[in-house]
């Protein structure tokens, strides 16, 4: 099965800061891959989907890159409400497997 | 407005067998595809199981095939998820999401709040 890994596990930043958290498939994925936001005692939230399509609602802040097995998500201005555990996902084909995720908080 | 409802959870013992049910309302139920994904405590999101729209595809995570099966009722807006020879790392909170669409691609634009397992003797 292919692997889905995250970097960083965690990081901090400061409010207005520019933030990139990857995703690697351990095999080419295409552009099956979508990104999701949880926040502490939430369920998550969708916020990309075909690696680099936002999610209707999602602020453009946010936005998705790559294809193939590198992934990136990106926020542009880091806000105190993305405090959160973002997740990859792909979708290519069963198993549909998350990311370990990658925790944001603010400095 | 779209609403999931999982029910079921409790406390099993190893080896046990628990059926959970999600039940859904504000959206075509027989359109989309449902799935479950678990959350031990404190760790990140693992996807479970997926049921196509009509129920002809299921998909499972290699490590409850055999053991856990996926089904829906479209009359009853509901899909289950019938776990059996449960095991400790099953401990987990399992939630039903609802697929973008009938079928492939499997993401998901909604989630219930989940109900939690918990498998100790």
């Known amino acids: 099965d292919i692997q889905m890994t995250q970097s960083p596990s965690s990081l901090s930043a400061s409010v207005g800061d520019r933030v990139t958290i990857t995703c690697r498939a351990s095999q080419g994925i295409s552009n099956s891959l979508a990104w999701y936001q949880q926040k502490s005692g939430k369920v998550p939230k969708l916020l990309i989907y075909a690696a680099s399509t936002l999610q209707s609602g999602v602020p453009s802040r946010f936005s998705g890159s790559g294809s193939g097995t590198d992934f990136t998500l990106t926020i542009s201005s880091l806000q105190p409400e993305d405090v959160a555990t973002y997740y990859c996902?792909?979708?290519?084909?069963?198993?549909?497997?998350f990311g370990p995720g990658t925790k944001v908080d603010i400095k | 407005e779209v609403q999931l409802l999982e029910s079921g959870g409790g406390l099993v013992q190893p080896g046990g067998s628990l059926r959970l049910s999600c039940t859904a309302s504000g959206f075509t139920f027989s359109s989309y595809g449902l799935s479950w994904v678990r959350q031990a405590p404190g760790k990140g999101l693992e996807w479970v199981s997926a049921?196509?729209?009509?129920?002809?595809?299921?998909y499972y995570t290699d490590s409850v095939k055999g053991r856990f099966t996926i089904s829906r009722d479209n009359s009853k807006s509901t899909v289950f998820l019938q776990m059996n020879s449960l095991r400790a790392e099953d401990t987990a909170v399992y939630s039903c999401?609802?697929?973008?669409?009938?079928?492939?691609?499997?993401?998901?634009?909604?989630w219930g709040q989940g109900t939690l397992v918990t498998v100790s003797s």
């Open positions: 049921i196509s729209a009509g129920g002809g595809a299921t």
């Open positions: 999401a609802k697929v973008v669409g009938g079928g492939w691609p499997y993401y998901f634009d909604f």
């Open positions: 996902q792909k979708y290519n084909s069963a198993p549909f497997t």
